[in-house]
Every structure is written in structure tokens, then in C-alpha cells.
């Protein structure tokens, strides 16, 4: 049978779309010194400077967008300890929907407050992965028509994501030998 895939190249593209002018155009940047130690031509993907500091704002944006195409208006219930809250918190803020974002008692502060500061409703749990989804799975209960957000694997969420390389591409021309992309849950590789 056909292969299918939790996010296309056509799933990306309409997220691109769709999060045009909400999202940041990141720049790509160069380093001299690093170009002559590895003797390449190295371009430099700069999420950082996307909107709440990191690519998971892509993702968020266009699953919550999708969710309202859809015709959801209910709350958006996610747990995360750090950038997938806060890129969940300012796109509900802007966006005018509540969200509860569930964070484990450990979460640093600086992304606690920037939660808090986007509007969210921020619900405190233990520190345990299993702790967190079971609250999140508790929480949207409440809330008939709420959307449970998951911080990765979700096709909206990936295809968000993926927008970054799509970007990369189209700023980098016919440049690129490879890409090198830095894995820690592997949320941002998941759409590209």
C-alpha cells in the first residue's frame, strides 16, 4: 500500500501559508571563523529570533489555526515545561482563545512568567512526563471542545515546524549540501 506521513511537503506548504505574518521570516547567518575551520560554507537557521524565542511557535500557531478553520473555539489544553507553552500562550493570546498549559513544578521561572505574561492559564503538576499528561488528559476533560495540543506529535504541530526548512530552502538557494539539525525530542526535525 501507499506510505502516508504524519506531515507532506503539501502539509507544509499550506502551513506556511497559513502562518505567514504571524510568524517571523528568521534570518540565516554566516560565521567567517566557523567557515574556515570546517572549510564549508556554513548557514546558520536563527529560531531564536522567531517570535517567544524558539521554531515551536510554528507549530503552535498553525495547530491552533487549523483547529479554527475547524470550527474550534474551545479551550487549547497542552503540558510543557518550557517553549511549547510559551509558543501556546502567545498564539492563544493573540488569537483571543483560552488555553490551559500544564507545567510541572520544576519548570524554570523565566518560562513560567512568560506563560503567565501571554495570558495563559498556567495549572502546576509533579514533575513526571506521566504526571503531565495525565493532567493535560484530566483538564481537557472539563472543557468540552477543548483541542489537547501534544508539544510534537501532531501532524498540524509538525507541519508547523517544518515551515522552518521550507524557509531555509527558499533563503538559501541552491546552497545546501546538507542539513544538520540539533535533536532533543525531535520536535523540530519531525516536519522537515
Same mark, same amino acid.
Given at each position: 500500500g501507499v506510505m502516508s506521513y504524519a506531515a507532506s511537503f503539501e502539509s507544509v506548504k499550506?502551513?506556511?501559508? &497559513? @502562518?505567514?505574518?504571524?510568524?517571523? $521570516?528568521?534570518? $540565516?547567518m554566516t560565521c567567517e571563523s566557523l567557515d574556515r575551520m570546517s572549510g564549508k560554507t556554513?548557514?546558520?537557521?536563527?529560531?531564536?529570533?522567531?517570535?517567544g524565542g524558539a521554531f515551536k511557535f510554528r507549530g503552535a500557531y498553525n !495547530? $491552533?489555526? &487549523?483547529?479554527? #478553520? /475547524? /470550527? /474550534?473555539q474551545g479551550p487549547i489544553v497542552t503540558h510543557s515545561s518550557g517553549n511549547h507553552a510559551q509558543a501556546v500562550a502567545k498564539v492563544t493570546g493573540m488569537k483571543g482563545i483560552v488555553s490551559y498549559i500544564i507545567m510541572p513544578e520544576n519548570a524554570p521561572k523565566v518560562?513560567?512568567?512568560?506563560?503567565?505574561e501571554y495570558g495563559a492559564n @498556567? @495549572?502546576?503538576?509533579?514533575n513526571?512526563? !506521566?504526571?503531565?499528561? &495525565?493532567?493535560?488528559?484530566?483538564?481537557?476533560?472539563?472543557?468540552? =471542545?477543548?483541542?489537547m495540543m501534544p508539544s510534537?506529535?501532531?501532524?498540524? %504541530?509538525?507541519?508547523?515546524? =517544518?515551515?522552518?526548512m521550507l524557509e531555509l530552502i #527558499?533563503?538559501?538557494?541552491?546552497?545546501?549540501?546538507? %542539513? @544538520? %539539525?540539533? $535533536?532533543? =525530542? /525531535?520536535?523540530?526535525l519531525s516536519g522537515c
Open positions: 499550506e502551513a506556511a501559508e &497559513r @502562518i505567514k505574518g504571524a510568524a517571523h $521570516v528568521t534570518p $540565516v556554513l548557514l546558520f537557521k536563527c529560531e531564536n529570533f522567531q517570535k !495547530a $491552533v489555526a &487549523r483547529h479554527m #478553520e /475547524g /470550527g /474550534g518560562k513560567v512568567d512568560a506563560v503567565r @498556567i @495549572i502546576t503538576c509533579g513526571a512526563p !506521566a504526571d503531565r499528561a &495525565r493532567v493535560a488528559e484530566e483538564t481537557a476533560k472539563q472543557y468540552p =471542545g477543548s483541542f510534537y506529535n501532531h501532524p498540524d %504541530v509538525m507541519s508547523g515546524q =517544518g515551515t522552518l #527558499e533563503q538559501a538557494g541552491e546552497k545546501l549540501d546538507a %542539513v @544538520i %539539525v540539533p $535533536v532533543g =525530542g /525531535g520536535g523540530m
